[in-house]
C-alpha cells in the first residue's frame, strides 16, 4: 500500500511516498526539495533490506567502526542520523 505526502523539514517541503509493507514494515521513498523529479533518500525499518556492503536496520556503529566505515552524525529535528562517507 502506497501512499503519497509531503516531508518537511526547516521551512522546505518536498514530495514522497510511504510504501506500508506489513503491519509493522514500512519505506519512505523521498524526492529533495532542490529536484523533486529524482529519489534522494530511501528509508526503512524492514532489516530484510541489505546495503551492497551488507549494512542493515539493525548493524552496530560498533560494527561499522570495525569495518572502517568513515562516520558523521547529524541531530536533525531531535532524530540521530548516522551517515557512512562513501570513498
Known amino acids: 500500500q502506497?501512499?503519497?505526502?509531503t516531508v518537511t523539514s526547516e521551512g522546505t517541503s518536498w514530495p514522497a511516498v510511504r510504501v506500508v509493507l506489513s503491519e509493522t514494515t514500512w519505506l519512505l521513498v523521498e524526492?529533495?526539495?532542490?529536484d523533486p523529479r529524482r529519489i534522494s533518500r530511501i528509508t526503512?525499518?524492514?532489516?530484510?533490506?541489505?546495503t551492497r556492503r551488507g549494512y542493515r536496520v539493525g548493524t552496530s556503529i560498533a560494527e561499522l567502526?570495525?569495518?572502517g566505515e568513515k562516520?558523521?552524525?547529524?541531530?536533525?529535528e531531535?532524530?540521530?542520523?548516522?551517515?557512512?562517507t562513501m570513498a
Open 65 to 67: 567502526l570495525r569495518n
Open 44 to 50: 526503512t525499518n524492514d532489516p530484510a533490506y541489505v
Open 71 to 76: 562516520l558523521e552524525f547529524e541531530y536533525p
Open 78 to 84: 531531535e532524530v540521530l542520523v548516522v551517515l557512512i
Open 31 to 34: 524526492s529533495s526539495w532542490s
Open 2 to 5: 502506497a501512499r503519497p505526502k
